[in-house]
């Protein structure tokens, strides 16, 4: 059975910096597309970033250009380095991989943003 955790989040003042972890263990053999999704009280799920098997990657546009999205395959691995955070990027973050041919999600960590 394959597992994603996640970690790194917490209280953080506008403007500041957190990178959250994505970490998937059990028997993997391949994962390929990684995203991070965030949702916040009374808001559906949005999709924040993208990364294939290859690096490319794809953002949401209230994200571009302050958000990261990043990996480590030798370490089965998923990043979000989110900067310049704002009061409206309050969500609860999720990773979603896709682990040999099945997504797989992880359940969740809050990232709350407040002076």
């Known amino acids: 059975q394959v597992q994603l955790v996640e970690s790194g989040g917490g209280l953080v003042q506008p403007g500041g910096s957190l990178r959250l972890s994505c970490a998937a263990s059990?028997?993997?053999?391949?994962?390929?597309?990684m995203r991070w999704y965030r949702q916040a009280p009374g808001n559906q799920r949005e999709l924040v970033a993208t990364?294939?098997?290859?690096?490319?990657?794809n953002y949401a546009g209230s994200v571009k250009g302050r958000f990261a999205i990043s990996r480590d395959n030798a370490k089965n691995m998923g990043y979000l380095q989110m900067n310049s955070l704002k009061v409206e990027d309050t969500a609860v973050y999720s990773c979603?991989?896709?682990?040999?041919?099945?997504?797989?999600w992880g359940p969740g960590t809050q990232v709350t943003v407040s002076s």
């Open positions: 059990g028997r993997i053999f391949s994962i390929s597309t």
């Open positions: 979603a991989a896709w682990v040999d041919g099945r997504q797989y």
């Open positions: 990364i294939f098997n290859g690096g490319s990657t």
